[in-house]
């Protein structure tokens, strides 16, 4: 093997030699023809269950049920984006109480996201939708506020944490205040550090708006539960799955897709990138317009 065909080395791992490679390249067909393999199982026991039949996939041609689905997926956005811009405002209040140099503060921001990150998301929408009363919307709303934005408040806190103590320190020592060291030196570098998690947390948080059929909120899930268990259409479950699934997962992947693009632009933005700085001329070096000169006898 020639050096201009050769591998690139890493530190990271040995560079695999050519019986290795076709060991790899086995492995990988091996494994595309049993993921092949399980697919086509797969299918073949949905045909052979009906579940491809023309009764169980009519329902979808009719406006009314497309209404409905429509619907649903307005709703579960709506619980989606409202619980999301609470969850995140609520975080960075906690993580600001957990980051707090007072300590009853911090004990109590500590206390309250404890609890929250305990408490399970479902029991704390039931609570508020049967105890206190609220209407569907509102409960789900609350439970989901709470419970992500408990788990958020410890993705800023451990961002803000991850940046490099001589920063705040280099902050300081330049006369900043503490919300100025907060806002301008670590909150811009800790967001790259923290936007996967937060990415992460906003999906989670889109898949628990489902948990709102339990309380009666005509949500996505809700309206394909409607559509399922209708007789008229011999129980179409399985086809409602194949429906409904692929649009969560097609809202998550945009998600992660805009989290990406974020990312991006944040890195091309000026405030991140390095600022050339002009090689020293000669100039004035006093001001008052010209170089010093030496005093007159």
Partial sequence: MTAATAPEATALYDVPGPRTRR????????????????????????????????????PFAYKGIQELLLRGLGNTLKAFAISAVLALALGALLATGRLSEHRPVRWAATLVVEFFRAMPVLVMIFFVFVALKVQPLPALVAGLTLYNGSV?????????????????????????????????????????????????????????????????????????????????????????????SPIYIGMCMLLSWFAHRVSERQQRSPKTEAVDVAPAEPGTLLPGGGPPRAPGP
């Fill in 23 to 58: 060991r790899h390249l086995l492995y990988g067909v091996l494994s595309t023809v049993l993921i092949a393999a399980l697919v086509g199982w797969v299918v073949y026991l949905l045909f052979d269950t009906d579940q491809f039949t023309r009764t169980k996939w009519t």
């Fill in 152 to 244: 958020l408040a410890e993705v800023f806190r451990s961002g803000i944490n991850s940046v490099e103590r001589g920063q705040r320190e280099a902050a300081y020592a330049l006369g900043m205040r503490k919300t100025q060291v907060m806002s301008y030196v670590l909150v811009p570098q800790a967001v790259r550090a923290m936007l996967p998690a937060i990415i992460s947390q906003l999906v989670v948080a889109l898949k628990d708006t489902s948990l709102g059929y339990l309380i009666t909120y005509e949500e996505f899930l809700h309206a394909g539960k409607l559509i399922a268990s209708n007789l008229d259409y011999d129980l179409p479950f399985i086809p409602v799955v194949m429906v409904i």
